[in-house]
């Protein structure tokens, strides 16, 4: 399904889009501003914490001036650039007026709600459609670039969100039988990754069902030891298992009982470019 595209786009650096293209913004405060009444969502945000997401724990003395000031001056982009949106003035502080439809991080959240909700009622091909769609939204954290520690610690939710969606995600791939499809992209996020133990299973199983045994135990080894070294701890009982089946398959001394190895038929998708074109690429996805 073909969507309008996003008013604003704040999972990664900050985007506005007016009637007539992209609108220019002038400056980190402007853009800190914006982002919190965008993650607010039609809620008054109060000044104190405008005030704290820009200048922290120090502000200076003329801070709810400048609030004023960067609020005014958003509000003059808006009607230049024929921007969907309004600025209210509240008695506590501001709210952001415009369909959240058109919030990218309101979107993607609503999508994965949907995707989460409706589990135990829909086909694994069209939930992994769900969180494709969701995770195509994604261009980099919440904030990124705007150096405001306070947006730095929401930004936190939003990008555990995104990988527990990816995972997600991929576990539905794996049992529609699109192993070999989502090698690359898992490849890339465990090395970004290295100590997701979620991400790391399904990169090995998703390598011996390609046929690549000992990429799939070398996997393994090398995430033992970095779990050692680094963290003092061994990898979790998935991981183990996984292991000891590859291990047992390859003698013929276990037996999957499970099928976790087997690699199902692949299901037919009536548009693989809808599902495999939308992910954020290896190469531009940024965490």
């Not at 993650?39 to 200048?55: F, K, M, S, T």
């Not at 061994?234 to 190895?261: C, F, N, W, Y």
Request: hydrophobic share 40%; with cysteine; glycine share 10%.
């Amino acid at each position: 399904m073909t969507r309008e595209p996003a008013t604003f786009l704040a999972l990664g650096a900050l985007v506005v889009h007016g009637a007539d293209g992209e609108v220019k913004l002038s400056g980190n405060r402007q853009r800190i501003l914006l982002t919190m009444l965008l993650l607010e969502g039609n809620r008054v945000v109060g000044v104190d914490r405008l005030i704290r997401a820009i200048w922290g724990d120090a502000p200076p003395a003329t801070a709810r001036s400048q609030i004023r000031i960067c609020v005014s001056s958003l509000r003059r982009q808006f009607a230049s650039g024929d921007v969907a949106a309004t600025i209210e003035t509240h008695k506590t502080g501001y709210r952001l007026r415009t369909p959240e439809s058109g919030i990218d991080l309101h979107r993607f959240g609503q999508l994965i709600s949907r995707a989460r909700g409706e589990a135990a009622d829909r086909p694994d091909l069209e939930l992994a459609l769900l969180y494709r769609e969701a995770l195509a939204l994604w261009r980099g954290p919440l904030g990124e670039g705007l150096g405001s520690p306070l947006l730095d610690t929401v930004a936190l939710k939003y990008h555990e969100d995104y990988h527990s969606a990816l995972e997600d995600c991929y576990e539905l791939e794996l049992r529609l039988g699109y192993h070999r499809r989502v090698l690359g992209e898992l490849t890339h996020h465990v090395s970004e990754h290295p100590f997701r133990e979620t991400l790391i299973a399904q990169l090995m199983i998703a390598l011996y069902r390609s046929g690549r045994t000992a990429d799939a135990l070398a996997l393994f080894r090398d995430t033992h030891r970095r779990f050692r070294d680094e963290l003092g701890i061994v990898p979790g009982e998935r991981l183990q298992s996984i292991e000891s089946l590859i291990l047992g398959a390859t003698d013929k001394t276990t037996t999957d009982r499970g099928g976790l190895l087997d690699a199902p038929a692949q299901h037919p998708c009536p548009d693989e470019a809808l599902l495999f074109g939308q992910p954020a690429a290896a190469g531009r996805i940024r965490h």
